[in-house]
């Protein structure tokens, strides 16, 4: 009896095992950050493009628009690509674009606007990329939705047509 | 008098030593912690991209601003979620990860005990 008890034991841990591993295999190894939340929006202080004044982003976020915070730098290629979709996005009424210069001297970045033309309503300043961490974000180029001073989309990576169209579609 | 002053001078500066090599073992510490999200298997310690290299700066202002160890994870663990930690806090998606082995621990140790007992009798 006892026996009996001990093989059933084992079979179902060993069932359980392979059940797991299983589902495991067929399960991506690749890590996929979650795209769409309902963060609030860090707090953060940071100087302004060319003029250098602080701000803190209680005095940025203080409306009831959108607001898009494109992260871009003049060094990062797939930002050129995006450019056109952010000055498409400028055309909207609803939406602020905020940048957030990242890790850029700002000669390159002045001649980068200077060649592409500037969608952006403030840009800001994060030398050290510390701010860009505070916004839970990997890299460059990366892009936030906010309303209410909380993040309703994520977009990790340059716009395209389709990431543009959803924007558009949250602005409607 | 001298002497007095020189004295303060060097305890004060071996002070700052002390607590700078503190802090700068607390960095190493939580660094080697957190995983750089864009590499393959390299801690931040490890990594130097440019995610990683931000995220070292962070860790070492949060600590100047008085943050503690698991105040920094919290903060971190917030942004990215528990993905970011190598050693995750215990919660409801991590009970298994935790207890398991202690269970299984357990288990074998009662296996034997009772072995050990029949053989005994």
Redesign the interface.
């Known amino acids: 009896m006892k026996n009996k008890i001990l093989f059933s034991i084992i079979i179902i841990f060993l069932i359980s095992l392979f059940s797991i591993f299983y589902v495991g295999l067929n399960k991506t190894s690749i ?1 996929k ?2 795209t769409s939340l309902n963060k609030n929006i ?1 707090f953060f202080k940071a100087k302004i493009y060319e003029t250098n004044n602080e701000i803190s982003s209680n005095e940025i976020f203080n409306g009831n628009n959108y607001y898009l915070v494109n992260i871009w730098s003049s060094w990062c290629v797939p930002c050129r690509d995006e450019h056109t979709f952010l000055m498409k996005l400028k055309k909207n009424k609803k939406i602020e674009i905020i940048g957030l210069n990242y ?1 850029d001297k700002q000669k390159n970045a002045k001649e980068f606007l200077k060649e592409l033309n500037n969608p952006y309503k403030k840009i800001l300043l994060d030398q ?3 701010i ?5 974000a ?2 460059v180029p990366e892009s936030f939705v906010i309303l209410n001073k909380k993040i309703i989309k994520k977009v990790i990576g340059p716009l395209d047509q389709k990431t543009f169209l959803e924007i558009e579609g949250i602005l409607k | 008098m001298k002497f007095f002053n020189f004295f303060i001078l060097v305890f004060l500066l071996l002070g700052i030593n002390f607590s700078n090599a503190e802090d700068k073992n607390l960095i190493y510490k939580i660094t080697k912690n957190i995983r750089c999200l864009i590499c393959q298997g390299q801690s931040v310690y490890d990594s130097d991209t440019e995610f990683a290299n931000s995220l070292k700066i962070l860790v070492e202002k949060k600590i100047n601003e008085g943050m503690t160890e698991d105040a920094i994870y919290k903060h971190l663990t917030m942004k990215y979620g528990d993905w970011i930690l190598y050693k995750p806090k215990l919660n409801k998606n991590t009970y298994i990860l935790w207890l398991l082995p202690l269970l299984l621990f357990l288990v074998g140790g009662a296996i034997i005990f009772k072995n050990l007992k029949i053989k005994k009798n």
């Open positions: 890590y950050p979650k860090p890790k050290d990329g510390t860009a961490i505070e916004w839970g990997y890299g």
